[in-house]
């Protein structure tokens, strides 16, 4: 059995924070339970998100049989009351408990959220031994996916990232026999997961707080294609391919060994490129396209609707790149220390003030 549907949602309502964005200094005015200033909880609106987010989950058809989730508290917290009541569920039900082991939360850092690249290092999500003292329900023997670098990324790194670790997900669902999963995740991510999914990367899909989005596989979206895998030319692999030209995205990294004067980072993000399925003997990152939106972050069953919804607002990047995506000259000589360029309407942070907008 392979996967079927995918279901994406967005954390809930939470408290926000604010940033130096000369210093790269997270602050919040709430303490958050990680004690990470980027890592708060849900607000009390937001925890009635989740709850009534979980009622409308355990009606999803088909039932959803795995959960991932970003390593972030929000995140983690949106889902943990429909994890709960599915895993009460699955005891009830089963007539022998060791032969279906109840439904766990599976973290991944490749679901992290989105930070514009920066001079400075963002801070990181709490440790999962940490995590697993707030969520019990937290799956230790998953390997994640690597997160996302602290210097941040660009749009295009962001597309990859999302690309690959949605890719995995999906194979490794097959390979388990899962028909429906749920991710959790943040508003940067969710849309990013819109456009690789269905290989519509200008859409701006929908992205509010416990929006629930519904993505379908389309009959011939996999097949088996002779791609390079592990550095094994000509080996067989099962690739989800996109229908139409049936493109996946080649991610390709140019790492500079030099050191950088601002700060130790890479002076040559990635750069990806589009690549043909049917080009034998070369590595493939991810999928783009093969799966159809059937919601589109639906909030018909929240008492509120839609809520504090986002959208992509320029590249969020607190330095200058050029048209490549490459660190300018200010950028490593280290005199440009804010962001340039960008608009302020519904981005993450707002550059002039630095307050979290999500």
């Avoid at 589009?274 to 939106?293: A, H, N, Q």
Wanted: hydrophobic share 30%; net charge negative; glycine share 8%.
């Amino acid at each position: 059995m392979s996967l079927e549907v995918i279901y994406v949602t967005r954390h809930g309502f939470r408290s926000s924070w604010s940033v130096d964005p000369s210093t790269g200094n997270y602050t919040a005015s709430i303490r958050s339970p990680t004690g990470l200033p980027t890592d708060p909880a849900l607000t009390s609106h937001g925890f009635k998100q989740a709850n009534e987010l979980a009622t409308h989950l355990l009606q999803a058809d088909p039932p959803i049989d795995q959960v991932y989730s970003s390593p972030y508290y929000r995140c983690m917290q949106t889902i943990q009351p429909f994890v709960h009541n599915l895993r009460r569920i699955q005891t009830q039900t089963s007539r022998n408990v060791s032969e279906e082991s109840p439904v766990k939360i599976r973290v991944d850092s490749g679901l992290s959220e989105w930070y514009g690249l920066a001079h400075f290092e963002h801070p990181s999500s709490a440790p999962l031994n940490e995590l697993q003292r707030f969520f019990p329900e937290l799956d230790p023997s998953y390997t994640s996916s690597l997160a996302p670098s602290r210097h941040g990324e660009s749009l295009s790194q962001l597309h990859d990232r999302v690309a690959k670790v949605i890719d995995s997900i999906i194979r490794r669902s097959d390979q388990e026999g899962h028909k429906a999963v749920l991710v959790s995740t943040h508003a940067a991510v969710v849309i990013a997961l819109g456009r690789v999914l269905t290989g519509r990367m200008e859409k701006d899909f929908g992205a509010f707080t416990c929006g629930l989005s519904k993505y379908k596989r389309q009959e011939s979206n996999t097949g088996q294609f002779s791609i390079s895998s592990g550095g094994k030319t000509g080996s067989k692999t099962t690739a989800p391919a996109a229908l139409g030209e049936r493109r996946i995205r080649e991610a390709r990294s140019k790492v500079h060994t030099e050191p950088d004067p601002a700060g130790h980072v890479d002076l040559h993000p990635q750069v990806s490129r589009w690549s043909d399925l049917g080009s034998s003997g070369r590595g493939v990152t991810g999928l783009y396209g093969g799966w159809s939106c059937e919601l589109d972050s639906d909030c018909s069953f929240l008492h509120g609707g839609e809520e504090r919804g986002w959208k992509f607002s320029g590249d969020e990047s607190f330095i200058e790149t050029d048209d490549n995506g490459l660190w300018s000259s200010s950028a490593v000589s280290g005199s440009n220390t804010t962001r340039a360029g960008i608009e302020t309407h519904d981005s993450h942070i707002n550059p002039l003030v630095g307050n979290s907008k999500l």
